[in-house]
């Protein structure tokens, strides 16, 4: 096989952009499948290509070795484009775009937000992760939370993250209205979160749901429909240390503010309460003015009536006496 010619058709996935000795490593993808194989294209025809083109090409297969993994994989070396052509969506991508349409007009919940909210009440957030059966990723995560670790009750359900009914029997099983998170590392195997029926499970939970699989250069279709999602199980425990942090910083910004504005309000208070004395201290004397006024006022008049009415007592006395007199004087003259 690696000594002989091939005609290969495919849709081109651009890698990284990196110019590895004037090649470049990028992907081929099958047409009706997500089977993939590494493409190494020459410099000049990669510049001929565009992420997503239907291509034709010829190409001869070579090897590579990948000590990491411990495996040998297969590359398809391109000799020369024969075509290229713009794909058309086929059913699979259609229904794939639709769920993550739908995704987006049900609305994507707020992870920190929800975390926050818990940690503000003193409460201890709630997550369920789902791993792999022999993952030891649970140690990474928590290696990230470092301190943070308390404010977290943290339950790994081990599941085997290969088969899908498995996978979609957990999440409905573990939806409790929480935080749900599915998490693995990267490797082979990736293609399997784009399957439609683990999205439809997904897009029907009740929790906020997570994801944290594969790498920088996996984006599967789960991860899209995702409420929040991460590149590595490492970056979900940073994250995680990292809201507790922040949540702590605000709530202590949060208690002074409330303090400074209590004691702002409360001076504001005290101050309207002082004037509002004044106020009225200043309007009582000014009653008080004002009532002694009319006091003075009603005695000089009671004493102007006093004395009219002595003036006229005595004007009465005296008429009365010289009426007196008259009678006297009528009396003893009709006597004799």
């Given at each position: 096989?690696?000594?002989?010619?091939?005609?290969?058709?495919?849709?081109?996935?651009?890698?990284?952009?990196?110019?590895?000795?004037g090649v470049y490593y990028d992907t081929l993808k099958d047409e009706y499948s997500d089977t993939t194989i590494a493409l190494i294209l020459p410099a000049a025809l990669r510049l001929k290509v565009r992420d997503g083109q239907l291509?034709?090409?010829?190409?001869?297969?070579?090897?590579?070795?990948?000590?990491?993994?411990?495996?040998?994989?297969?590359?398809?070396?391109?000799?020369?484009?024969?075509?290229?052509?713009?794909?058309?969506?086929?059913?699979?991508?259609?229904?794939?775009?639709?769920?993550?349409?739908?995704?987006?007009?049900?609305?994507?919940?707020?992870?920190?937000?929800?975390?926050?909210?818990?940690?503000?009440?003193?409460?201890?957030?709630?997550?369920?992760?789902?791993?792999?059966?022999?993952?030891?990723?649970?140690?990474?995560?928590?290696?990230?939370?470092?301190?943070?670790?308390?404010?977290?009750?943290?339950?790994?359900?081990?599941?085997?993250?290969?088969?899908?009914?498995?996978?979609?029997s957990k999440l409905r099983e573990y939806d409790r209205g929480e935080i749900l998170i599915l998490s693995r590392g990267g490797g082979e195997n990736i293609q399997l979160f784009n399957n439609i029926d683990i999205v439809k499970v997904?897009?029907?939970?009740?929790?906020?749901?997570?994801?944290?699989?594969?790498?920088?250069?996996?984006?599967?279709?789960?991860?899209?429909?995702?409420?929040?999602?991460?590149?590595?199980?490492?970056?979900?425990?940073?994250?995680?240390?990292?809201?507790?942090?922040?949540?702590?910083?605000?709530?202590?910004?949060?208690?002074?503010?409330?303090?400074?504005?209590?004691?702002?309000?409360?001076?504001?208070?005290?101050?309207?309460?002082?004037?509002?004395?004044?106020?009225?201290?200043?309007?009582?004397?000014?009653?008080?003015?004002?009532?002694?006024?009319?006091?003075?006022?009603?005695?000089?008049?009671?004493?102007?009536?006093?004395?009219?009415?002595?003036?006229?007592?005595?004007?009465?006395?005296?008429?009365?006496?010289?009426?007196v007199i008259l009678l006297l004087i009528l009396f003893f003259m009709t006597r004799k």
């Open positions: 096989m690696l000594n002989q010619i091939y005609h290969v058709k495919g849709i081109y996935k651009a890698g990284k952009g990196v110019n590895y000795n291509i034709e090409a010829t190409a001869f297969f070579n090897k590579r070795q990948q000590p990491a993994g411990a495996r040998i994989e297969l590359t398809l070396n391109v000799t020369e484009l024969i075509s290229r052509q713009e794909k058309v969506v086929d059913e699979k991508e259609q229904r794939a775009l639709e769920l993550i349409q739908r995704k987006a007009h049900a609305g994507y919940k707020d992870l920190e937000a929800a975390i926050k909210r818990e940690l503000y009440i003193q409460q201890p957030v709630r997550i369920a992760i789902l791993i792999g059966q022999g993952a030891i990723i649970d140690k990474d995560i928590m290696h990230q939370l470092r301190d943070a670790a308390p404010a977290y009750h943290i339950d790994f359900i081990r599941i085997k993250l290969s088969q899908p009914t498995e996978i979609m997904a897009l029907g939970l009740r929790s906020i749901f997570v994801t944290a699989i594969g790498d920088s250069d996996d984006e599967p279709l789960l991860q899209k429909v995702a409420d929040k999602a991460f590149i590595t199980p490492s970056s979900l425990g940073q994250f995680l240390y990292d809201t507790y942090v922040n949540s702590l910083e605000e709530t202590s910004n949060s208690k002074a503010r409330l303090i400074t504005d209590i004691t702002r309000q409360v001076e504001l208070n005290v101050q309207h309460k002082i004037n509002d004395l004044n106020t009225k201290l200043a309007d009582s004397a000014t009653q008080l003015q004002e009532a002694r006024a009319n006091a003075e006022n009603q005695k000089m008049h009671l004493m102007t009536m006093l004395a009219n009415e002595k003036a006229k007592g005595k004007k009465r006395t005296v008429v009365y006496i010289i009426v």
